[in-house]
């Protein structure tokens, strides 16, 4: 296991969020949850993160925003997930910390980053989402998603 936070720390049991990432050869599984879908999709967007960086005591030297347009709630988590990996592909950019609201339109998310070059490697950086098994959804003690990571 990479990284366990959160509630009980287990996926979805009351009391908080939380995420979990299990490297498998290639790739990384996340399961993140919170009583949000918002939160829950915050919560694996650190789960991302913790999958080849320390942030734990990194500050952020900028700021981003991801809007993204209304859509299935899967089509939301891969694509905040994929404007994560461009940003980190193309802008050296690692989220540091990460606030997600529903809009009218969609989803607002806002991003406190520090450059790749200033944070901790403590792995390979992931290359891709794939949709193979990636779900997000409410259910009983609030919301859950999972994804795999290509690495």
């Not at 939160?39 to 925003?65: H, I, M, Y």
Request: glycine share 12%; hydrophobic share 40%; charged share 25%.
């Amino acid at each position: 296991m990479v990284g366990d936070t959160g509630g009980y720390g287990q996926e979805g049991r009351p009391g908080g969020s939380g995420h979990r990432a299990v490297a498998q050869e290639d790739e990384v599984r996340i399961d993140a949850w919170a009583s949000s879908r918002e939160n829950c999709l915050a919560e694996a967007v650190t789960a991302v993160v913790e999958c080849f960086a320390d942030v734990s005591g990194v500050r952020p030297t900028g700021a981003g925003r991801i809007r993204l347009d209304a859509a299935s709630d899967d089509d939301l988590l891969a694509a905040l997930l994929d404007e994560i990996l461009y940003r980190l592909e193309e802008y050296g950019q690692v989220p540091v910390d990460v606030e997600a609201d529903a809009t009218e339109g969609g989803l607002d998310v806002r991003l406190a980053v520090a450059a790749l070059s200033d944070v901790p490697r403590t792995g390979a950086a992931p290359t891709t989402v794939t949709w193979q098994d990636l779900r997000i959804g409410p259910g009983p003690y609030g919301w859950t998603c999972a994804v795999t990571i290509d690495a």
